[in-house]
Structures are given as structure tokens and as C-alpha cells.
């Protein structure tokens, strides 16, 4: 590569800096062929996606205690007041200030999708759009017939208001101190669109900006 390179020229490599060692690998080569260099993304999985999650989880190990495990239910007032959650067969009650809904879509298990959509966790109204989506309408009406058209349902999803609460057919809060973000939102086709992870983090910073984090 270095015979080819004049200084004003930028070297764009393949998703090749690895995980553990990305940004090491990064410098040297920037130390080694005095150019700018650039890696592009890829496909799903990503290394870059990787290494954006692994060091997004180790600052959250540093401000929180983490735990794991699927809710199987919660207990409300005016908001959430705590979550029951399985951890390895034993059940635990989670109690928070505030919440943040960050379950994704169908692959991250934030909607169902059996005889009719629902969001997973607390039952929240799912909407296509501006339009909410009863819980009587079969999943076969959000199907185009035509393959390559846009498919109703990959842009179901929660709706929130401005300050990323999920909100009722009314416009109101569903609860107080549970916020969404993400592609649990409704409004948009990441497949087409090719908005997913700017949506993710733009709501992310919202709900964090908002004070549902706080």
C-alpha cells in the first residue's frame, strides 16, 4: 500500500481493525502509511457495532449495577413501580426511579407478533405511525403482497411524545417514568430507511436530555 500512497490520498479498508485491538491496529497503520485511514462498515454482524456495544457496557458497569434476566411482570401506580424478573429460574423484584424501554423491535423480542402485535413488557398500545393498531387486527393486514413494497408492519412500533414517553391514543403518558427509544419506535422501516441506528441513539440522547435518567 505504501508505494501507492501520495499525502493527500486516504486509505479505505474493509471492516478488518478487529475488536479488541481497534483502535491499536487504527494507530499503528496511522503511524506506519502517513495517511488518513478509515475503516467502512458492514453488515450485520458488525465489528464496529461490537466494539460501539462492548464500550457502551463497560462505562454503564461503571455508573450501575447490571443485571440480567426477562421480565415477567411489574407493578404500577401513577408509573412503574418495580419489575419482576427471572434470573436463571429464581424471581426478583427491580425497583427504580425511572425506566427506559430499549427492548427493539421483533428480532430484540420488544414487539410480538402471534395472532395480533404487542409491545412485550407492559402491554403498551403499538402504532403504525400516527394510527394505533388494535389488538383485533390480524397481523396478515400489515403484509403488502407485493415483496418489494414497503411492508406495513416493520414501521410498528411505540409512539412518544417530545419528551420520549410512550403515549396512549389520547396523546397522554402511558406512565410517568417510563420512557422508549430505539427500534421499539414507531414511524420508521430500518430496513428501507436506513435510519435504525440514528433513531436509536438521537432517542436515546433524548430520553437522557429529557431527565428520564436522572
Avoid: W
Avoid at 481493525?17 to 487504527?26: F, I, M, P
Avoid at 449495577?65 to 427471572?86: N, R
Wanted: aromatic share 6%; glycine share 10%.
Amino acid at each position: 500500500i505504501k508505494s501507492h500512497l501520495t499525502t493527500e490520498q486516504v486509505v479505505v479498508l474493509p471492516p478488518v481493525l478487529g475488536v479488541e485491538n481497534a483502535e491499536k491496529n487504527h494507530q499503528s497503520l496511522l503511524g506506519e502509511l502517513k495517511v488518513k485511514v478509515i475503516e467502512q462498515l458492514s453488515a450485520l454482524p458488525s465489528s464496529t457495532g461490537m466494539r460501539l456495544q462492548k464500550n457502551m457496557q463497560k462505562k454503564l458497569n461503571e455508573v450501575a449495577e447490571v443485571v440480567s434476566g426477562k421480565v415477567t411482570g411489574f407493578t404500577t401506580d401513577t408509573g412503574i413501580q418495580s419489575l419482576k424478573v427471572d434470573m436463571r429460574g429464581e424471581e426478583n423484584e427491580v425497583v427504580a426511579k425511572n425506566y427506559l424501554l430499549a427492548t427493539g423491535k421483533y428480532l430484540g423480542g420488544g414487539l410480538k407478533h402471534q395472532q395480533h402485535f404487542s409491545e412485550s413488557v407492559f402491554d403498551l398500545p403499538v402504532f403504525n405511525g400516527a394510527d394505533a393498531v388494535s389488538k383485533d387486527r390480524p397481523m396478515t393486514h400489515l403484509l403488502d403482497p407485493v415483496a418489494s413494497n414497503s411492508q406495513p408492519f416493520m414501521a410498528l412500533g411505540l409512539k412518544v411524545d417530545a419528551t420520549g414517553h410512550p403515549v396512549c391514543t389520547n396523546q397522554k403518558q402511558v406512565y410517568t417514568n417510563l420512557a422508549a427509544c430505539g427500534h421499539v419506535l414507531t414511524g420508521f422501516d430500518f430496513t428501507r430507511d436506513r435510519c435504525g441506528f440514528g433513531v436509536s441513539i438521537g432517542s436515546g440522547m433524548l430520553a437522557v436530555k429529557s431527565g428520564v435518567l436522572s
